[in-house]
C-alpha cells in the first residue's frame, strides 16, 4: 500500500503533473491541516524558503533582525515543485512563488495560500543558442521552461503563437509542422542543457539569462518585460492563517520586504554584492547584470525598461484578471480543470490581500517611493508580438 503522503510527494516533485494528481488532493489538505495545529499560534520563528535566482532578493536582504515577525534564515530550495511542496506541508511559512502557481495552489489544489504582495516584476528572458537569430529557427526543437504554472509558459506560448509556431507538450516537435516542444526543467539545469545541445532555448528568471550570455553559450533573444509590461513574476505568498492569528507578524513581513525594495533599487550593485556568495551561488558578475541591464539593450518597448527586474510591492488586480484569463489559454501538462470555474475578474479577492502591503506602502511615503499612481490602479499592456 502506498501512502498518501508519498503520493503527495511524487505528485509535487513531478513537472508533468501539474503539482499533484487529482488522488492526492485530500492527503495534501490533511497534511497541511496537521502541520499547521503543530505549529500552533504563537511567535514561532518565521521560516523562509526560496529559490536562487534574483527574485527572490527581497526576501532574501530583508532585515529580519528588525522584523517584528523574528524572521529565520532563508532555506534554499532547487526547483519551484520543492519549494511548493515545502510550502503547502508547512515546512516553510513564506516563500515568493510564481504567481500563476499562487492560482493554482489555492484554486486547483484548496490550499491556504494567499498573496501579501508582490516579490518584483519583470526579471526573466528567452534566452537562445548562439545560432538562433529569429524566432522560427526554434521550431522542431525543445524550450526549456521552469513550471508549467508560471508565467514564463503563459507569455512563451503566446510570443510562439504569434509568430506562428505552436506549443506542444508529450510529443516530438516538428519543423514541418511548426511546433515547439516546451518542456518543464529545474532552472539551475538550464545552462548547461543549453550548452550541451539538449535544448534550444529556454525563459526563465534571472541571473540564468545573465550567466548563459557571460559563459557564451546563450544569447538573450526577447525580455519577458518586453511582451507584458512589469508583470509579476513572483508574488510573496504566506498561509491563511498567519493573516489571521497573527496580523501584526504578517504586518512586519510586509514592512520588511517593502523596505528591502527600497534598498534594492536605491544602491543596485551592493544588493548584488549582498546576494552573491551568500545567498545566490552564480558568480557575482552575473547577479550584477542581471539586476544593472543597461538602457541601451535593443527592445521593442524601451519605454517600459523591459531589462530592468523591478521591485515594488503592490498587487495590481488588472495584472491578477489578466493572469487567469491568460491561463486559460495556456498548454500545461496537468489538470486543469479547476479553470472553468474561475472567474478572471473574481479571482483577486480571494487569492490577495494587500491590507499590510498598504500599510507597509504608506509607512514607507507612499505610491510614489516606487513611481507607482496614487491611486493604485493600472491598464495592463501585453504585446507578445
Known amino acids: 500500500m502506498v501512502s498518501t503522503s508519498s503520493i503527495t510527494r511524487r505528485g509535487l516533485l513531478c513537472g508533468c503533473a501539474g503539482l499533484v494528481a487529482a488522488g492526492g488532493l485530500a492527503g495534501l489538505a490533511d497534511l497541511g491541516r496537521a502541520a499547521a ?68 495552489l489555492r484554486f486547483g489544489l484548496g490550499a491556504p495560500a494567499r498573496v501579501l504582495g508582490w516579490n518584483h516584476t519583470n526579471g526573466s528572458a528567452l534566452t537562445v543558442a548562439p545560432g538562433i537569430t529569429e524566432l522560427g529557427q526554434l521550431a522542431g526543437t525543445q524550450v526549456a521552461i521552469p513550471f508549467w504554472w508560471s508565467i514564463h509558459n503563459i507569455v512563451i506560448q503566446q510570443l510562439l503563437r504569434a509568430n506562428g509556431l505552436r506549443p506542444v507538450i508529450r510529443g516530438a516537435a516538428a519543423r514541418s509542422a511548426g511546433t515547439v516542444e516546451l518542456v518543464v526543467m529545474s532552472p539551475s539545469d538550464m545552462v548547461p542543457a543549453l550548452a550541451n545541445g539538449s535544448i534550444s532555448a529556454f525563459t526563465v528568471a534571472d541571473p540564468f539569462n545573465a550567466v548563459a550570455e557571460l559563459r557564451g553559450v546563450g544569447r538573450i533573444h526577447r525580455f519577458l518585460g518586453d511582451l507584458w509590461r512589469d508583470h509579476a513574476c513572483c508574488a510573496l505568498v504566506v498561509h491563511q492563517d498567519l493573516l489571521d492569528r497573527r496580523p501584526a507578524a504578517a504586518q512586519a513581513v510586509a514592512d520588511a520586504i517593502v523596505a528591502a525594495q527600497l534598498r534594492i533599487g536605491a544602491d543596485r550593485p551592493a544588493a548584488a554584492k549582498q546576494l552573491a556568495g551568500a545567498y545566490l551561488p552564480q558568480p557575482l558578475p552575473a547577479i550584477t547584470k ?96
Do not use: K, N
Not at 526560496?50 to 517584528?68: F, G, K, M, N, Q
Not at 515543485?81 to 516553510?92: D, G, K, N, S
Not at 541591464?293 to 515594488?312: E, K, M, N, S, T
Open 37 to 104: 495545529r503543530q505549529r500552533g499560534t504563537g511567535g514561532e520563528r518565521l521560516r523562509i524558503g526560496y529559490l536562487p535566482i534574483t527574485d527572490a532578493a527581497p526576501l532574501l536582504v530583508a532585515d529580519r533582525s528588525a522584523a517584528a515577525a523574528d524572521l529565520a534564515e532563508p532555506v534554499l530550495f532547487r526547483s519551484w515543485a520543492a519549494l511548493a511542496e515545502a510550502f503547502l506541508t508547512r515546512q516553510v511559512d513564506i516563500v515568493h512563488l510564481l504567481m500563476p502557481m499562487a492560482v493554482q
Open 290 to 385: 542581471a539586476l544593472t541591464y543597461p538602457d541601451a539593450l535593443p527592445v521593442r518597448h524601451p519605454d517600459w525598461q523591459p531589462q530592468r527586474i523591478g521591485f515594488q510591492p503592490f498587487p495590481f488586480p488588472s495584472f491578477t484578471t489578466a493572469l487567469v484569463a491568460a491561463m486559460h489559454d495556456t498548454v500545461v501538462d496537468g489538470d486543469t480543470r479547476f479553470l472553468a470555474a474561475l472567474d478572471p475578474d473574481r479571482v483577486h479577492d480571494a487569492l490577495v490581500d494587500d491590507r499590510f502591503v498598504r500599510a507597509a506602502l504608506a509607512r514607507a511615503g507612499g505610491p510614489a517611493a516606487f513611481g507607482l499612481p496614487d491611486r493604485l490602479t493600472r491598464i495592463e499592456e501585453i504585446d507578445p508580438s
